[in-house]
T-cell receptor, first 112, second 115 residues
Framework: DAKTTQPPSMDCAEGRAANLPCNHSTISGNEYVYWYRQIHSQGPQYIIHGLKNNETNEMASLIITEDRKSSTLILPHATLRDTAVYYCIVKRGGGATNKLIFGTGTLLAVQP | EPEVTQTPSHQVTQMGQEVILRCVPISNHLYFYWYRQILGQKVEFLVSFYNNEISEKSEIFDDQFSVERPDGSNFTLKIRSTKLEDSAMYFC?????????????FGQGTRLTVV
C-alpha cells in the first residue's frame, strides 16, 4: 500500500472549515484513499473514502487532485468535538483482508 | 447505529498471567480484526479472522496470542502469558467484507495494563 505524508498538527478555529492535507505521491491506480479519525484514545472512526472523484458525506468532503497524488479532507464547520488525530490511509483492494495500516496522522486542535 | 462492543474497558493483570479480551462485532459482518496501540504510538494491526480462521497476522502476533470465535457473536483475543510490553489499548474491529470501499467499525477498546 502507498505511503502517506501528513502534517503532524494543525489548528482550526471553531466554526471554520478545517482542511487537512495528505500526500500520497506513490499511489497506484487501484488504491483508494481512506480517512479515519481517533478522538483521544477511543477507537478509530471511519470518515470517508474515495478513488478519484471528490466525495461528500454528512461528516466531511474529500477532494482528490486530478493526478491523485494528494488529497484534502474538509470538515466544513469544525466543532470542539472534532479535535482528534486524523489518519489518511491509502489502501489497495483485493488483498487477503481489509486491514488498515495507520501512520502518525495529523492532530487537529479546534480552538474556541 | 450498529456498533462493536468490547469488554472489559480496562483490565489490570500480573505479568505472566493469561488474559482474554472480548469483542462483539457487528452482527452481519464477516471479517474481524484486532489492533493494538501502545501509549503514544501508532495503531498497529495484529490479526484478521474470517470463516473461523486467521486470514492474516502481523509479526507482533506471535505464539503468545490467539484468537477465537467461540460462538456466533463473540470474538476473543487471548494473551497466554502477559509481558509488561503487552500493556496497550486493544481495539477490535469488523468489516462486512474485504472489498474496496468497506469501512471498518472499531470498538472503544480495552486498556490492558500489565504490572
Amino acid at each position: 500500500d502507498a505511503k502517506t505524508t501528513q502534517p503532524p498538527s494543525m489548528d482550526c478555529a471553531e466554526g471554520r472549515a478545517a482542511n487537512l492535507p495528505c500526500n500520497h505521491s506513490t499511489i497506484s491506480g487501484n488504491e483508494y484513499v481512506y480517512w479515519y479519525r481517533q478522538i483521544h484514545s477511543q477507537g478509530p472512526q471511519y470518515i470517508i473514502h474515495g478513488l478519484k472523484n471528490n466525495e461528500t458525506n454528512e461528516m466531511a468532503s474529500l477532494i482528490i487532485t486530478e493526478d491523485r497524488k494528494s488529497s484534502t479532507l474538509i470538515l466544513p464547520h469544525a466543532t470542539l468535538r472534532d479535535t482528534a488525530v486524523y489518519y489518511c490511509i491509502v489502501k489497495r483492494g483485493g488483498g487477503a483482508t481489509n486491514k488498515l495500516i495507520f501512520g502518525t496522522g495529523t492532530l487537529l486542535a479546534v480552538q474556541p | 447505529e450498529p456498533e462493536v462492543t468490547q469488554t472489559p474497558s480496562h483490565q489490570v493483570t500480573q505479568m505472566g498471567q493469561e488474559v482474554i479480551l472480548r469483542c462483539v462485532p457487528i452482527s452481519n459482518h464477516l471479517y474481524f480484526y484486532w489492533y493494538r496501540q501502545i501509549l503514544g504510538q501508532k495503531v498497529e494491526f495484529l490479526v484478521s479472522f474470517y470463516n473461523n480462521e486467521i486470514s492474516e497476522k502481523s509479526e507482533i502476533f506471535d505464539d503468545q496470542f490467539s484468537v477465537e470465535r467461540p460462538d456466533g457473536s463473540n470474538f476473543t483475543l487471548k494473551i497466554r502469558s502477559t509481558k509488561l510490553e503487552d500493556s496497550a489499548m486493544y481495539f477490535c474491529a469488523s468489516t462486512l467484507d474485504r472489498g474496496l470501499g468497506t469501512e471498518a467499525f472499531f470498538g472503544q477498546g480495552t486498556r490492558l495494563t500489565v504490572v
